[in-house]
C-alpha cells in the first residue's frame, strides 16, 4: 500500500520584479533593524544584482552583514567562515543570493551559526537539526530549485566528498523568484544549470523513493524544461522564456525535494568535488548513461518519461521509445555545448576508482531506480569516458 510524506513550507514570490519586495517579506521573518546576513558570491556580486537588494534593505531600516565568500562547489570551511560570521554579528536572519552554491551555504549557515558544530556533525547524528535562523532566497539560476528544499549539499575540504545537509527545518521561509534577475546569466551556465533542474525532475520522478506529488511536479518540469532550455540558451534575453525556465526549475525543485535525486547526482558530486566541475555539466555528462543503465530493469517507466518529453512518440513499443530517449537525452546536452567526460579538463582514469568509491558513499545511491554498486559506476565511469553515446 502507498505511504508517504510530502512537505513544502516555503511561500513562493514570483514574477518579474518582484524582488524588489524582498524589505516587506523580511518582516514576516524577522524584526525591523534586526541584523540580517546577505549571502552571494563573486560573479553574482559583479553582475549588480546584490547591491540594489542591500540598498533597499538599508533603506527599510535592516542593518546587513554581506558574505561573498562562497565557491561554486561550497566548502565546509566557507560554510564555517559565514557561521563565524553570524555569530559575530549577531544575525537574526539569513538571505541567499544568487545560484545553488549561495543557498546552500546560506542553509547550512542558518543552521551552524545559532546552533554551532560542523556540517558533518549534523549528518553523520551527533548533533540534532534544530533552531536554524530564517532563509529567504533569490534564486538567480533557473537550475538547483534548492529555494525550495530541505537540502545543502557541501564538500569537506580535506576529504573532496561531498555531504548532503537535509532537514525540513532547512527549506526556505520564502522563495522569490524574479526572472528578470536571469537575464546575465551566461550562456554557459545557463545550459548547466537548466540540465541541472531537467536532472531533478527525472530522478525525483523515477526514484524508489518516489511519490505521486513528486510525480505530478516532475512530468510537469519535464515538459516545461525541454522545451524552453534550447531558448534560453540561444536567446538569454527572452524574458518569458526564462521565466519558463524558473517555472521548471521550481517545480523540479519541488519534485526531488521531497523524494530524492539518484545516481546521476551520485556520480556528479563525485566528479565535482574532485575536479570542481560545474554540477550542472557533471549532470549532463551522466545522464544518458545512467537512464541507460536504469531502463534495463525498468523499461516502461523510461518509456514513459520519453513521452513526457516529446523524445518518443505515444504509439511507440516500450523497448523504441526507450532507446530513442537515450538518443535524444543525448543529443539534448550536446546541443547546448555541454563537454564530454574526456573533455573536462584534468579527468584522469586512474581518478575513477575514487569516483566511484565516492558516488557509492553517496546518501542517494539507495535511491537509484535500479540497485547500483562501486562496479556499476565504475563501469559507467569508464563507458562514459572512452565509449560517447551516438
Known sequence: MLNFDYYCQTKIVMGPGRSKEVPGLLKEMTEPGATVMVVSDPGVKKAGIVKPVLDSLEDAGYRVVDFDQVSPNPRDTECL???EVFQKEEASAVLAIGGGSPIDTAKAVALLGPNGGRPED???????????APILCIPTTAGTGSEVTRSSVITLADSHRKITLKHAMLRPITAVLDPELT???PKDVTAATGVDALVHAIEGYSCKVTNPVSQAMGARAM???????PQVFEHGADLQARAKMQEGSLLAGLCFGSADVAAVHCLAEALGSLYDTPHG???????PHVMEFNAQENVPLHAEMARLMKMAEDNDPDEEAVEKFVRKIDAFTKQLDIPLLSEIPSVQEEDFERMAELAERNN????????????????????AFQSPIL
Open 81 to 83: 567562515m559565514g557561521a
Open 223 to 229: 515538459e516545461v524544461i525541454v522545451e524552453h532550455l
Open 122 to 132: 549534523y549528518v553523520e547524528g551527533r548533533r540534532a537539526y534544530t533552531n536554524a
Open 281 to 287: 555539466v557533471a549532470n549532463a555528462i551522466f545522464l
Open 183 to 185: 537575464l546575465t546569466v
Open 364 to 383: 542517494s545511491t539507495p535511491s537509484n531506480a535500479r540497485t547500483i554498486t562501486k562496479e556499476d559506476y565504475l563501469q559507467i565511469l569508464t563507458t
